[in-house]
């Protein structure tokens, strides 16, 4: 037994599109419905990324003969499978039993493996389940991948083909997101990469926004988000921030990033102001940061977002820059005869921070109707400063915790956009603020 170190089986491609991927999913909780597969898309994010085409994919039940058939049918017509689920320690996990089958070898123990296994239950303080000896049981011939976040190590096994010469390489990871990611960005898209031709290195820069949707981003980026480009950009979008990603192959790190600059330029050119920051950076970061570089300070009070803006704030504070949130007020409702405009002037005053940010009720919209029938909502957002007022309308879109995600961060913007108003000619074509 072997750690994932380099394959064996069409271990260099000759060209890229040699090579075709099938994800597979493993679990009835994916094929009675109870659960959304969420794994194989992100995977198929990778890949795409990677350049490596995405031909299938397949979901199978807990059971040794459908995995078994799924398999053969896998290896015969894709050069790389990638398996999320069945790893775990219960009589129901079966991916090593089916890889095994399918290999024609038998399954064998490795030390090291459940030594890991062991340690991370003595280190809980907790005896280890024989159950869990399972998970260091691994197809003769096959390499671990590591699994620094859980129990389960993955599988990184070669197969044959019986119709025609060559085979697949497949590589098994948990079905748990985190754990499936971590081992991932670790291991398997090395390794995958290293798989191409003049495969080199490859590196990724994410561009984040926030202020307008998906559709209207991917419009003002003609010819950017378009699949087979270099270096490729891909676009996702999560509680209205859209992360752009740029992916970059080339000889060395120096290469990548000598790729990856012109997009970006191009990129920041065409959004302006609506990009607020890279990386792991979060809207309530943009707007801290913009309160750091105004000398500003900002308290909030709430009714319709829920708290949800005192908390994004407070674990932005967390991560710096300090002493520039001073704390939320969440309100159960608004008196009578009250405006949102007096909560932000009130919680300003009370607060002794240069800025207070309110956000209103819920309240309905009556002249409009809704997709499915039901009336539009609407939240009103207001920001008092010593410059004056800065009201804003957000109408609710989406299911309860996302929209009350979009209006909490359309809130947070706000705040940026105010304290660092974007230059004139950096708003992209067609956006308003």
Known sequence: ??????????????????????????????????????????????????????????????????????????????????????????????????????????????????????????????????????????????????????????????????????????????????????????????????????????????IKCFGVGESAIEAMLPDLVRRGREPLVGITAHEGTITLRIAARGRDAADCEAAIAPTEAVIRECLGGIVYGTEDDEVEDAALAALATAGATLATVEIGSLGQIAGLLAAAAARGPEGRFRGGVVLPGIAAGTTVTELAQHRRADSGATHALAVGPIVPVAEAIGESGGGVTMVEIVLAGPDGITRREHRLGGAGSVRLARASKTAIDLVRTTLVPPADDSLPRGATR
Request: net charge neutral.
């Open 1 to 206: 037994m072997t750690t994932s170190s380099g394959p064996s089986v069409g271990e260099r491609a000759t060209a890229a599109e040699t090579l075709r991927a099938e994800v597979v999913s493993i679990g009835d909780e994916l094929t009675t419905g109870q659960r959304l597969d969420t794994n194989s898309q992100w995977i198929s994010r990778e890949l795409g990324v990677l350049g490596v085409p995405v031909a299938f994919h397949t979901t199978i039940t807990d059971s040794l003969d459908d995995g078994i058939a799924a398999f053969r049918i896998a290896v015969e017509r894709a050069e790389i499978i990638v398996v999320t689920g069945g790893l775990g320690p219960t009589a129901d996990d079966l991916t090593r039993e089916v890889l095994a089958r399918v290999a024609g070898v038998p399954l064998e123990l490795s030390a090291a493996a459940l030594a890991d296994v062991e340690a991370r239950f003595a280190r809980r303080a907790v005896p280890c389940p024989e159950s869990n000896r399972r998970q260091a049981l691994f197809p003769c011939g096959s390499r671990i991948i590591a699994n620094p976040e859980g129990t389960a190590p993955g599988i990184d096994l070669d197969l044959r083909r019986t119709s025609s010469p060559g085979g697949a390489r497949v590589f098994a990871l948990p079905g748990v997101p985190g754990e499936m990611r971590t081992m991932w960005q670790a291991t398997v898209g090395p390794a995958i990469l290293a798989m191409l031709p003049g495969a080199g290195t490859i590196r990724f820069r994410r």
